[in-house]
């Protein structure tokens, strides 16, 4: 009875953590920023993987793990800062924190194995700040930019002189709960807003594909990544140690482990929900994926299973990264900019799906599940599984990777899955192109220049439809540091229309139908709820009332 009892808890306390948001950049590009960062700078496949699985396990840990949350996790994510003086001291503070801890790694006399881990873990986990703010902030809007590059400055670039005189106009969204700040979010203001962080369909962030200038946002996460790992090199100062972790490797146990790992963080992330037409359906790559069962389902593998890296990542003691962030009472002695920033010549390559139609049709009246799985550059990008859907207009499928601009050529290999079963798109039922970033030219299976809306590939099989472009977008050599902001406007600067949230535009009827397939969840609810509303009746009953102590 008490472990039916622990189950019936646990079951209702994961429905009360799905009703809030998880605040952040989308965790499928936290991973795709981390591992491309890591490794265009010449980390291993392994280190760099490590990387991505701990910036992704902040999350997990703040929001999900029942048994095991970290609340003090909620001062990471770069949230409710309301003037840029209060985004400098919360960077100093952060990065002079991350400085004394790296100092002291490297200092380290005979580091061992689990020294190199820490180091990689922290690197990672720290990442997840690092990108956030750009995520979290209006600084994109803040500077203005053409739609045919992207910009490098991030705020390491401007002198403090320059970021004090932006006021209050600089500043990152809020939440009903704050993370630590008690400021007044009455000023931050963005129009069409209230400054709020917001989800998919409204608020300050750039989280997904479905915000305006995302794509702006997730350049300046990469800028920045590698501005942060430069960084630490820097203050590890020690040559030797960074090249073993630079080149760590993996046993084929371990590995084999930390990829069983990363698939239930990747499902758990996935298929997260608070039901049909919220505003939290999914969190891998923008909504529209999120499925109770399955959640679950992954939920209980992760939580039942524990690896060696996980292991490290639980019994760490945070409190020296974190302290002392959001007192703006407390007075950093770090300088202004706390790092060096970005130097460098990058181009980004976009591989954009407009249209996708699953001609097979197995689930004729509950819809497929399809999503598109890229391999470009040597890295594997899994963009969301839309649920449910035979047909998908204009997905949240934006495949973002970054290139020297030197790349003469790139391969890619483009396929279409419906769960589990690939859909054809050609004799290999994949697609395999070379793609010259500066030509913007396709060689291979196809072959022409397809690098818009208006010239994109059209696949048409017996199988399956699919329609997408591949373009270039070249780094901006910024002409102009702050303007005068009439700038928080969040659609101000947008290149072209962003796709809207699945969870956005949802008819009454297709949400009540998704309501009717996923009832049996709600009635389960439903009966454990009452059940325990029943018990702890019949015990209060039995402690206070007559009723069980035989008439008395």
């Not at 003037?83 to 924190?97: C, D, G, L, P, V």
């Not at 129009?191 to 608020?203: R, T």
């Not at 390559?349 to 890229?374: H, R, W």
């Amino acid at each position: 009875q008490t472990a039916t009892m622990k189950q019936i808890l646990c079951t209702i306390a994961i429905f009360l953590v799905l009703l809030q948001l998880v605040h952040t950049f989308d965790n499928g590009y936290h991973h795709d920023l981390t591992r491309d960062a890591a490794k265009n700078i010449g980390f291993s496949q392994d280190a760099a993987k490590l990387m991505a699985y701990s910036n992704n396990l902040v999350d997990i840990y703040n929001y999900f793990y029942l048994t095991k949350l970290k609340p003090e996790f909620d001062v990471l994510h770069f949230d409710s800062l309301f003037s840029a003086q209060e985004i400098i001291t919360q960077w100093k503070i952060f990065a002079e924190n991350s400085q004394d801890f790296f100092r002291e790694l490297g200092a380290r006399d005979s580091p061992n194995r689990n020294a190199y881990l820490e180091g990689i873990h922290i690197i990672g986990a720290t990442l997840h700040t690092v990108q956030d703010f750009y995520a979290h902030s209006n600084w994109v809007e803040a500077r203005t930019g053409s739609c045919d590059c992207f910009r490098t400055d991030t705020i390491m670039s401007y002198t403090e002189e320059e970021l004090l005189d932006y006021g209050n106009q600089l500043f990152t969204g809020f939440f009903d709960t704050s993370s630590g700040n008690a400021g007044d979010s009455s000023d931050a203001y963005v129009s069409g807003s209230d400054g709020e962080h917001g989800g998919y369909c409204s608020g300050v962030n750039h989280d997904s594909a479905s915000r305006p200038n995302f794509h702006k946002a997730y350049a300046l996460g990469y800028i920045a990544t590698i501005e942060w790992i430069r960084a630490i090199e820097g203050w590890i100062d020690n040559p030797q140690m960074w090249t073993i972790m630079r080149n760590f490797q993996l046993d084929d146990e371990e590995s084999k482990e930390i990829d069983d790992d990363i698939i239930r963080v990747f499902r758990t992330y996935l298929y997260t929900t608070s039901g049909p037409g919220s505003d939290n359906d999914g969190h891998w790559k923008g909504d529209g994926s999120g499925d109770m069962n399955d959640f679950l389902d992954n939920y209980v593998k992760f939580t039942a299973s524990q690896s060696f890296f996980r292991s490290i990542f639980e019994e760490y003691d945070y409190s020296a990264i974190l302290a002392n962030l959001y007192d703006f009472d407390y007075v950093p002695e770090i300088n202004w900019p706390p790092y060096l920033p970005y130097s460098g010549d990058h181009v980004a390559i976009f591989i954009k799906t407009t249209y996708a139609e699953n001609l097979k049709k197995p689930f004729e009246y509950t819809g497929s599940d399809m999503y598109v799985d890229i391999v470009a550059d040597g890295h594997r990008y899994l963009d969301t599984r839309i649920h449910n859907k035979n047909v998908v207009n204009d997905a949240l499928w934006n495949t973002i990777l970054f290139v020297s601009s030197i790349t003469p050529l790139v391969e890619v290999e483009y396929s279409l899955h419906n769960d589990k079963d690939i859909l054809s798109l050609g004799n290999s039922g994949s697609i395999s192109l070379l793609y010259n970033p500066q030509l913007q030219t396709i060689t291979g299976d196809i072959t022409g220049i397809y690098n818009s809306i208006d010239n994109q590939i059209e696949i048409e099989t017996e199988e399956a439809n699919a329609y997408f472009y591949i373009t270039t977008w070249a780094q901006c050599t910024p002409t102009n540091r702050i303007v005068n902001p009439e700038y928080t406007d969040t659609t101000k600067n947008m290149c072209g229309d962003v796709p809207i949230g699945f969870s956005c535009n949802e008819t009454f009827w297709g949400t009540l139908w998704e309501f009717l397939a996923d009832l049996w969840y709600y009635v389960v609810i439903f009966v454990v709820v009452l059940v325990i509303i029943i018990v702890a009746g019949v015990v209060v009953c039995c402690k206070f009332c007559s009723c069980c102590k035989g008439g008395e």
